[in-house]
């Protein structure tokens, strides 16, 4: 998604808003396959927010994730359902 959308715009001021500073904006979701079919079959792009720790070990038998991060992850998504109704 271009970083210039408004749809981006509106992600990155729910992040603000409810972590109390700017996100780091990286891209990824290579791992995500129908990530790029969106895109290339249904013209949609998509907005990925990750909430985890470099050491979450993703899908590893000692995965974990910090009950904090859940929270800001619950902040931010009802945060960015009231910025995206306007």
Known sequence: MP?????MNKA????????????VLVRDGATI???????????LDTLLIGFGLSNDCLHAPNEKFDLACHRLACRTHATLLHELAG
């Not at 970083?3 to 749809?7: A, G, I």
């Not at 990155?12 to 996100?23: F, I």
């Not at 396959?33 to 013209?43: M, R, Y």
Request: charged fraction near 20%.
């Open 3 to 7: 970083t210039d959308s408004p749809w």
């Open 33 to 43: 396959p129908v990530v790029s079919s969106f895109k290339s079959i249904l013209g």
């Open 12 to 23: 990155v001021s729910a992040l603000e808003k409810s972590a109390g500073r700017k996100p």
